[in-house]
């Protein structure tokens, strides 16, 4: 017998448009109704089999905005509603981006090149400017409304997108009761083009976008929308955290999760430095600059082909930097979607208080240390330390002691995994974006050699700890036994710190010990994002 939480959860999924045949079908003959059709705002959506996990119902492709072409381009996205019939049964094109390339490192491992290739989208994956879809994975059980994780991928701001292996979504929805959303947004000069007189972040709007989207219809797939965690790693975990502070008063979602990033992580742009990128790529392109007219400038870069527009991207010298050079097309000051001094914000509440997971993994450099290689970039191990600290570790640190000064639920995770199939080269470590596969359950797709037997029960236990959080955000993971974050106990979980042990909780300060010298400042991590 249902209770009155889960009566109106199931009419919840009635109000959304599903056939109440289709909704007791599932409830009593699931296996029969994979991949079955679900009406959203977007128009009558098929499915399909996952290919890996038959169990789980895939929707690939499923269109949230409109294309953002012709004066759409550089534009706050505008939704997208149909009620055509739309075969979800492919990844949609990537969003315009400069891929990169991936040159040998020495002590390589035989699967690095394709873990590398894999984690920075150089799959041969398509493009297209008209690239704003998101993914659904579920199993189709609506008995009881299921938590939602909605992915933000990571890329600097500059590349990535949701066709990639690392976040597959299949298994994690098959092994656990979740409903998972990865989605695309625009990114580089598209996304976060700074030109004047414009919406700014126009990527991050295209991430809101999503999440009302997924508010809107998720009820359909047997999600819950009031129990919406969006999650992402990077420059995605750095989103997260954005939308926090730019939606304090109808955030829409029950829960945070970043990995390795958070508003802390580095200093946006001003208005005057995008302005400035924005205009050298509008002269390389023949469109003019600053000193010609604002309006006509940006007709003329709006005219030209998106490829042309990636390429004069490409040219815009990249920002100084102690360490990686920095992209320059992210985010932007604007006092709407992103702000200048996250600090003061944070150390005074202004963010929505809702229930947070801050997680960074222990040798981030272990991955930035390839693409110096590749860019005949050679720095000192101090100075990678250094990296490390000031972009990740520290940040970090730092978000989760401004939610707990504030009286709001937060936990912190640090990952030390080191798993033979993953590993770059010898001294790899936990590098930047080592734990993604995990969480998804997508390790042996992503390095083409099967886990080990400890390396599969340890993903299990990091994926339930995902969706303990995800299920209750308040209260899920103190129930899954993680302590609330507090930094002057033994409260920091400690992942895979020991090959034989999936945690341990720890001081925050045993893996903080230098944060105190940098004092709130990123420089010495700059080109992380």
Not at 102 to 116: K, N
Request: negative net charge; glycine residues 8%; hydrophobic residues 35%.
């Amino acid at each position: 017998m249902k209770g009155p939480r889960n009566l109106i959860r199931y009419a919840s999924v009635l109000a959304t448009g599903i056939p109440l045949a289709w909704s007791q079908r599932c409830l009593d003959n699931p296996e029969n109704n994979i991949g079955a059709s679900v009406h959203t705002s977007s128009g009558l959506i098929e499915g399909h089999a996952a290919p890996r996990r038959a169990e789980v119902s895939e929707y690939l492709g499923i269109p949230y905005a409109s294309p953002p072409i012709g004066d759409l381009r550089f534009a706050a996205p505008v939704a997208y509603h149909s009620k055509e019939r739309v075969h979800a049964n492919a990844y949609s094109p990537d969003c315009p981006a400069n891929p990169g390339s991936v040159l040998d490192y020495p002590g390589f491992t035989s699967q690095a090149p394709r873990i590398i290739k894999s984690f920075t989208q150089q799959l041969r994956t398509s493009q297209s400017e008209d690239c704003l879809y998101l993914n659904v994975w579920t199993r189709p059980t609506v008995s009881e409304l299921k938590p939602v994780l909605l992915w933000i991928h990571g890329g600097r701001f500059t590349g990535g997108g949701a066709n990639n292996p690392y976040y597959d979504g299949q298994a994690l929805a098959a092994d656990h009761d979740v409903v998972v959303i990865t989605i695309n947004y625009r990114l580089n000069i598209f996304g976060f083009s700074g030109a004047p007189n414009l919406p700014q972040n126009v990527g991050l709007l295209d991430q809101r976008m999503a999440v009302e989207w997924a508010h809107q219809n998720i009820a359909g797939f047997g999600g819950d929308p009031d129990r919406i965690t969006i999650f992402g790693q990077s420059a995605g975990g750095a989103s997260v955290d954005y939308y926090s502070h730019a939606y304090i008063d109808n955030p829409l979602v029950a829960g945070l999760i970043s990995h390795s990033g958070t508003s802390l992580s580095f200093e946006p742009n001003t208005a005057e430095q995008s302005a400035g990128y924005f205009f050298t790529a509008s002269k390389i392109l023949g469109c003019g600059d600053s000193r010609d007219n604002h309006e006509q400038v940006v007709k003329c870069v709006r005219q030209k082909s998106y490829r042309e527009v990636v390429k004069a991207s490409a040219k815009v010298p990249a920002a100084p930097s102690p360490a990686i050079p920095q992209a320059v097309f992210h985010p932007t000051v604007d006092g709407i979607t992103v702000f200048d001094d996250y600090a003061k914000r944070s150390s005074s509440g202004n963010f929505a208080h809702l229930p947070y997971l801050i997680t960074s993994n222990n040798y981030e450099p272990g991955y930035y240390r390839v693409s110096a290689y590749s860019a005949n970039i050679s720095l000192s191990d101090e100075a990678w330390n250094n990296y490390n600290d000031a972009a990740f570790t520290c940040p970090s640190g730092a978000s989760a002691r401004y939610r707990f000064a504030n009286d709001v639920p937060v936990w912190q995770s640090h990952y030390f995994g080191d798993w033979e199939n993953l590993r770059l080269y010898p001294t790899s470590g936990s590098y930047h974006g080592a734990d993604l596969p995990m969480v998804f359950g997508t390790s042996e797709q992503v390095s083409g050699i099967p886990n080990s037997d400890r390396e599969n029960e340890f993903s299990r236990f990091i994926s339930s700890a995902w969706v303990a959080f995800a299920t209750d955000p308040n209260h899920g993971l103190t129930k899954f036994g993680w302590p609330r974050y507090n930094p002057e106990e033994k409260t920091l979980v400690a992942l895979a710190y020991m090959k034989d042990e999936n945690y341990r909780t720890i001081q925050s300060s045993d893996v903080e010990q230098r944060c105190p010298a940098f004092k709130g400042n990123s420089t010495l991590g700059k080109g992380a994002f």
